[in-house]
């Protein structure tokens, strides 16, 4: 079988936004596709850089990587539709974008999530900011097994296109590439390392007084029967005759 490419080594990076089909969650990233011929290796890597609560750096960098052997199915079309690329999200690619079809899409599907590259030092990977919308997403894209990456095509250059359509079409028969992580100071980590922040708090959503009462506590005492009850009558009965003694006048008065 020829190998997937002439070339000995290919290296593509690009800017994306990923997006996780059925959700609302995309973010943007900076897209690696490497490839070499021997023996044929190859690799998608998405990285975003974040701000990480307990770093005592302004910015970290996060890689998801993806292995050839977890890629059940992949498809790269050159023009997409609105199906593929919402308008929403073309207009989050490049601002100068008039659609779908000025947008290419990798769609790629996983048996499992991708490795997540990271700082060695860090026990769990949480923003510093909750409302970083970016890093939240990132998160989620990390534990997804369904991704659509979205590339602006004024992107690509000479054959990088027709190169990249061969590159997906044989990702599968390839074999990791090799990397020295502990080189660059990062490490392999599950994506459950993510560890996301409440929602942010909303004062629509606080319940009344009423909903936050206490309920009523069990009363334990029988309840009052008919006789007390008549009794309870006899006695006002009692308490009116006694009065109305007290006020007719007596003789010799």
Same mark, same amino acid.
């Given at each position: 079988m020829s190998p997937v490419l002439q070339e000995s080594h290919w290296d593509l990076t690009k800017k994306v936004v990923v997006s996780v089909p059925g959700t609302?969650?995309?973010?943007?990233?900076k897209c690696r596709i490497a490839y070499s011929n021997d023996p044929e290796r190859g690799s998608i890597s998405l990285s975003i850089k974040a701000a990480l609560a307990n770093s005592t750096n302004s910015s970290d960098s996060l890689?998801?990587?993806i292995c050839p052997e977890a890629i059940q199915k992949s498809s790269l079309v050159k023009r997409s539709n609105p199906n593929l690329c919402p308008s929403e999200?073309?207009?989050?690619?490049?601002?100068?974008i008039s659609?779908?079809?000025?947008?290419?899409?990798?769609?790629?599907?996983l048996a499992r999530p991708g490795i997540v590259l990271c700082p060695s030092w860090a026990k769990s990977l949480s923003s510093s900011d909750p409302r970083d919308s970016n890093f939240i997403a990132f998160a989620h @894209?990390?534990?997804s097994k369904s991704l659509r990456l979205h590339f602006a095509r004024?992107?690509?250059?000479?054959e990088e296109f027709e190169t990249l359509r061969k590159f997906c079409s044989r990702i599968q028969t390839l074999q990791p590439e090799s990397f020295a992580h502990h080189r660059h100071g990062v490490v392999k980590r599950d994506p459950s390392i993510f560890k996301l922040s409440p929602p942010p708090y909303d004062e629509e959503q606080v319940s009344t007084p009423a909903e936050q009462a206490d309920p009523p506590q069990y009363n334990d005492q029988?309840?009052?029967?008919?006789?007390?009850?008549?009794r309870d009558r006899g006695m006002s009965h009692?308490? @009116?005759y006694r009065r109305f003694q007290l006020s007719w006048p007596v003789d010799g008065l």
């Open positions: 609302k969650h995309s973010c943007d990233a890689t998801l990587n999200l073309s207009s989050k690619i490049r601002q100068t659609g779908a079809t000025a947008v290419s899409t990798l769609s790629i599907y @894209i990390c534990q004024v992107q690509f250059q000479g029988p309840e009052l029967n008919p006789v007390i009850g008549k009692l308490h @009116i």
